[in-house]
């Protein structure tokens, strides 16, 4: 006797509905059936029949086998992920209970992550008022703008399918043109003009209603002229996805929401410029190989490595990166995660990792292997970038930037092949030295919150702090 399988797939049901912008009740009429049983189906208390299965495939235009897959594989990782903390260390956790609580338990298990989340926000954040507070600071400002829009995309993985659908079809029209200059003279009867700084006076693009022209400063290089272009035209055809997409948040601030449409208005210019289509299968030919990327799409190193971050539509992810972006001074101005890398939120990174020392060989990639005080360990890829420049005399500032990936993607990378060692040998780093626990580490500038000092009027540690063992 058969006995027919059951097919539980609730956390894959929802991401897919949150990936389609769709409400429960959205999904239950496109559908034809209730909205309580779409819930009872997210929680795992229904199976999911072969006829709803295939309903669902015509309805979405999706691969069932895309549903079918181990739903709760991506929460059993985050769940597995946040049983690491050192909080839990004293607790037996074994792996088949965490992979059983996410497939049989999605609802509690997500409720889990969130208030995990929120901890960790939380105590970032006490690490950073308290040393705000003791460089005289104060309390710092909850309406930043530059977090808000942070928080926004790292919701969100920094993946936006929408935008990536929109504008490859945007890229389907460019391409019947010989130019981004030709498409915008004939679209929209826009003259492209290149002019001199003293012309522009401190712009690089200025879009001219009156006279119908678009103008771009001459110091840009080829790369930064062609991605404001790029930019110019997903302001004037994907106006209405940006403010769809960004009305899916509330801000605190004006700046936040502009910050965040500013942010997806460039996301919506890679995406032209790099279709999701044919990057994505580039860069798996090229094995994630930047400057042969760079040059087959025309795109700037850091363009590229920004691209990278993106690739996490569903059905066709790549691997998936965070990205970082520092001055010599270790300021971050660009700061994106789609790796589950566990950023300083305020400056102050572990000086032990490479980012902050690509300077010394200006233009050359390093490599380095990485490992949390958790035990994650990842492999990142980080170069110099300029930007500036453009004519003798002309100011130019040197930023670093870093690629990274999770361990178990690092393979997939040409970049790894010829870096000596391997993970055994990843260099031990923390997030910020006020949560970092790594009493021996001799590069330490600031003790970990909670950690009581020793006196050293008999014995002086080789690191910077001696801590007692309770």
Known sequence: MTTERRLYV????????????????????????????????????????????????????????ALTR????DDVARLQAVL?????????LPSL??????????????????????????HLALADRRADGEAGGGTPDVSDPVAESRRFLEARRNSFPMLDDAAERLAQRVAAFDSLAGYFKDRHNLRVRRLPPEVMVGSTRRLDRHRRELLLSDELDNASQTFQLALQLAYLELDADLD???SQASFATDSGARLTRRALASYAAAALLMPYTAFARAVEARRYDLEALSRQFGASFEQVAHRLTTLQKPGQERVPFFFIRVDEAGNVSKRLDGAGFPFARHGGGCPLWNVHQAFRTPRQIVTQ????????????????????GGGYGKPR????????????????????????????????????CRICHRTECTARSAPPIGRQILADDIRRTSAPFGFSDN
Request: hydrophobic share 40%; aromatic share 8%.
């Open 10 to 65: 609730g956390p894959s049901l929802r991401r897919l509905r949150r990936d389609l912008g769709l409400t429960q009740a959205d999904m239950a009429a496109d559908l034809d059936v209730s909205a309580s049983y779409i819930a009872l189906l997210e929680r795992n208390h229904r199976p999911l029949s072969a006829e709803l299965l295939l309903r669902l495939a015509r309805t979405y235009k999706m691969d069932m086998a």
């Open 70 to 73: 181990e739903g709760a594989d």
């Open 84 to 92: 690491k903390d050192p909080m839990f260390a004293d607790i037996d």
């Open 97 to 122: 209970e965490a992979a059983d609580a996410a497939t049989n338990y999605p609802g509690i298990t997500e409720a889990l992550l969130r208030l995990y989340t929120s901890y960790r926000e939380e």
């Open 244 to 246: 769809f997409i960004a």
């Open 369 to 388: 292997w990485l490992e949390l005080p958790d035990g994650q360990r990842f492999f990142t890829v980080a170069r110099t970038v300029t930007a500036g």
């Open 397 to 432: 500032i040197e930023r670093a930037i870093a690629l990274g990936c999770a361990a178990e993607h690092a393979p997939r990378l040409i970049y790894a092949d010829s870096h000596p060692g391997g993970p055994e040998g990843a260099t031990p780093i923390g997030v910020t």
